[in-house]
């Protein structure tokens, strides 16, 4: 039993730790794109270590195993890079000095957009 208590603590410990540097992060980087890292990758680690331990808690010290944790930690882990790559892009389209530091695309658009679709309708974009 004290193994599991031990386990349990080490994980509290580690997302804990987790959470501390994403939110000095997010609060002490000096721009967006460099903020970004702190929510998207150091807090989405810690919360899933506090989600996981509180699941390893209640299943192997408590008897009462649940794998709701276990779901919202697959779902942060799943929405959280997709969330920061919609706001880079939506930095990216606002920031004109962001766009003229960018290498070409090679493309009519811009890094944050895509081709638009043709005006006659058809799948089909002419790269001239």
């Keep these: 039993m004290a193994i599991f208590e031990t386990l349990v603590a080490l994980l509290i410990v580690i997302g804990a730790f987790f959470l501390f540097v994403g939110s000095l992060g997010l609060a002490k980087l000096p721009d967006l794109m460099r903020r970004l890292h702190g ?18 808690y209640f299943a192997l010290i408590e008897g009462d195993p649940s794998i709701h944790e ?31 530091a960018l290498p070409p695309t090679g493309g009519r658009t811009g890094w944050a957009t895509l081709d638009p679709a043709p005006a006659d309708g058809s799948a089909e974009t002419s790269r001239d």
């Excluded at 929510?39 to 390893?56: E, Q, Y």
């Excluded at 799943?78 to 930095?91: E, S």
């Design 70 to 100: 276990l779901l919202i930690t697959l779902f942060l882990f799943l929405t959280a890079p997709v969330t920061a790559q919609m706001i880079a892009k939506a930095y990216i389209l606002r920031s004109q000095q962001t766009q003229n």
């Design 39 to 56: 929510p998207t990758k150091a807090t989405t680690l810690g919360i899933g270590a506090l989600l996981i331990a509180s699941m390893f």
